[in-house]
């Protein structure tokens, strides 16, 4: 038998309920904030992410799924989205007259990483980007809009970790101050060893432990930030402040992208194990020029949605299933049936029948299967009587119904639940 390929995996019901239903939340939450839907291929040139998220990171050096095209055109399947929002925006004029332009965009991401527990090599993120702007205040919304997301599907647990990574001025000195510490060192790890050269902030970044161990000292960008980056940096935790949102300094956070200015934050869960990101995002100021463009100051952030699935409570969700199950017994009820359908799905409520003449004790453990609320029994002696027994599957509680009163009946018992 063909299986899925390592790392990919297949999220089959009931679980996509519960996806749809993370999404939903997602999607009104943005819109209460300003945000609209931008949706964007899962293949670009490799160049745009070689470009921006930086060559000597993990994602580029190591994580891409990169192969020639018939014409010999080197693409990429998407490793994360930011870099083609801004490529989507300068290329189709988004920011013509917009002040700020405030995007979401859901969808799978690919990077070639080990697989483990949280860790795919197809996954999912919700996305979200404003662009325009350089004001803390968009900073410090942009991460209460992702605390209020999470909060809303009921995660709980969670640690929101910020720094400040300034811009390319704060970044010379600082780099050539991070050099120094870590040269001065011995036991750094190869990939270190060659990035201590190449682009030193990497360096923080590292996953070995050891290396983790030996940055424990290294010098901190905040004592290195220019004024208007402090200044920048203070704003925005007063902000966060005074929303009551609290949070937690980490100095050494630089996350694993290159196209990082000023803030960056993350959002930690209990309960992930080692990958214990559930969000992770910052300003890129400087990505647009990197990419040919004007300056375009933005910031933005992604859930890990595999990872948010993760520790997503139990009782989140879509309420019960609205679904009602018309179970039929001889051809005249099963024809019965077949036009009953039609009316209850008329009226928005889902429904649905065995075609294939299976036993009534078969056609209840369908229902059952199918998390039906209700079933409708429809034999030819009630149909004769013009009845049907309706059967409320989580008491097991059954009433005789007349066949005029049944769809009005569903409408009120299930008509409620829409929207959930
Ligand atoms: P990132 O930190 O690389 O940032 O990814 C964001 C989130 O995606 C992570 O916190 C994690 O939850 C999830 N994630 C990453 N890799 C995997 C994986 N292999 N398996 C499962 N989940 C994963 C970015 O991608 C930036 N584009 C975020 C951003 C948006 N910054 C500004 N705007």
Redesign the pocket.
Known sequence: MIRAIRGMKDILPPETSRWQWVEARARETFELYGYREIRLPLLERTELFARSIGADTD?VAKEMYTFADRRGDSLTLRP???AQVVRACLENGLMRGAGVRKLYLMGP?F?Y?RPQK????Q?H?I???ALGSDAPELDAEVILLLLDLLGRVGLKNLRLLINSLGCPQCTVDFKAQLQLFLKAQEGWCDDCLRRLNTNPLRVLDCKSQHCKALLAAAPVMEDSLCEDCAAHYRRVLSLLDGAGQPYEKNPHLV???DYYTRTAF?VTAVGLGA?D??????R?NGLARDLGGADLPG??????E??LMEVLPQEAGPDETSLSFLAALGDAARERAFFLLREIRAQGLSADMDFEGRSLKAQMSMADRLGAAFVVILGDQELAEGTALLRRMATGEQEAIPLNDLVPALTVHLGHKEGN
């Open positions: 994602i994360e989205a930011t991401m990077r990483e949280g860790r795919y090599r996954f993120q996305n979200c980007e996350r694993g992208l993350e990958q990101s559930v969000a992770g995002g910052g890129y910031l933005g952030f992604a859930i890990g595999d990872r």
